[in-house]
């Protein structure tokens, strides 16, 4: 991979939290964890790509994050997740009153675009509008280890490079179609919607 792979057993620098929000447009953030549920399962990895590096965090729920969470609240910074929700979920049970703030999520995009019927797997987004091929083999291997394979790396900073030029496509086309300001409205609404969800509540609007 030509994009530079950092990896952490901490927080991102000071120097490298203030490049970001300061010199950056947005982010693509994704999560790696044991399993489906916030609630019972544990956060692996947080990877944050800016564009140029990959700064992949190996999560201990001992430590400080502060300046992760200083670049989640950003309003000033967006970050781009693919589907939200879940890595919101997990975020925000894991860092207790955080205030994720200015987020999109090509997930949502795509299907504000093609409708709710077609895949809008990251796979097959990528491949529809990239012509890029990502295996997700190793979705499920073991995250918690405390020696990533290669393999397990490149994965993990595949996901959010791929990411990262995903939401150019979609911003563009939610633009040409003239739907970014209900895309806009969804986006606001999700990390309430992730608080609502870790809280039991699914959907709030049904009767």
């Given at each position: 991979?030509?994009?530079?792979?950092?990896?952490?057993?901490q927080?991102?620098?000071?120097?490298e939290?203030?490049?970001?929000?300061?010199?950056?447009?947005?982010?693509?953030?994704?999560?790696e964890?044991t399993?489906?549920?916030p609630?019972?399962?544990?956060?692996?990895?947080?990877q944050?790509?800016?564009?140029?590096?990959?700064?992949i965090?190996?999560?201990?729920?001992?430590l400080?994050?502060n300046n992760?969470?200083?670049?989640l609240e950003?309003?000033k910074?967006?970050?781009?997740?693919?589907h939200?929700?879940?890595?919101?979920?997990f975020?925000?049970?894991?860092?207790?009153?955080?205030?994720?703030?200015n987020v999109?999520?090509?997930k949502?995009?795509?299907?504000?675009?093609?409708?709710?019927?077609?895949?809008s797997?990251?796979?097959?987004?990528?491949?529809?509008?990239?012509?890029?091929?990502i295996?997700?083999?190793?979705?499920?291997?073991?995250?918690?280890?405390d020696?990533?394979?290669e393999?397990q790396?490149?994965?993990?900073?595949?996901?959010?490079?791929?990411?990262y030029?995903?939401w150019?496509?979609?911003?563009?086309?939610?633009?040409?179609?003239?739907?970014?300001?209900?895309?806009?409205?969804?986006f606001?609404?999700?990390?309430t919607?992730?608080?609502?969800?870790?809280?039991?509540v699914?959907?709030?609007?049904?009767?």
């Amino acid at each position: 991979m030509e994009n530079y792979i950092k990896l952490y057993d901490q927080d991102i620098s000071d120097i490298e939290k203030e490049y970001i929000i300061n010199n950056c447009e947005f982010v693509a953030i994704d999560t790696e964890t044991t399993g489906l549920d916030p609630l019972k399962d544990k956060l692996c990895l947080i990877q944050i790509y800016d564009g140029k590096s990959v700064f992949i965090l190996k999560y201990d729920s001992k430590l400080k994050y502060n300046n992760l969470i200083e670049l989640l609240e950003s309003n000033k910074l967006r970050k781009i997740f693919h589907h939200a929700n879940f890595d919101l979920r997990f975020l925000i049970s894991n860092f207790k009153n955080i205030d994720i703030k200015n987020v999109a999520c090509t997930k949502v995009g795509a299907k504000l675009l093609n409708g709710k019927s077609e895949n809008s797997s990251l796979k097959y987004l990528v491949e529809k509008y990239i012509g890029a091929n990502i295996s997700k083999e190793l979705q499920v291997s073991n995250w918690e280890s405390d020696n990533l394979s290669e393999a397990q790396i490149e994965y993990a900073a595949n996901d959010v490079v791929f990411l990262y030029t995903l939401w150019n496509k979609v911003e563009n086309m939610l633009k040409e179609n003239k739907i970014e300001n209900i895309a806009q409205s969804c986006f606001e609404y999700l990390p309430t919607n992730a608080i609502l969800h870790n809280n039991g509540v699914e959907n709030i609007f049904i009767y």
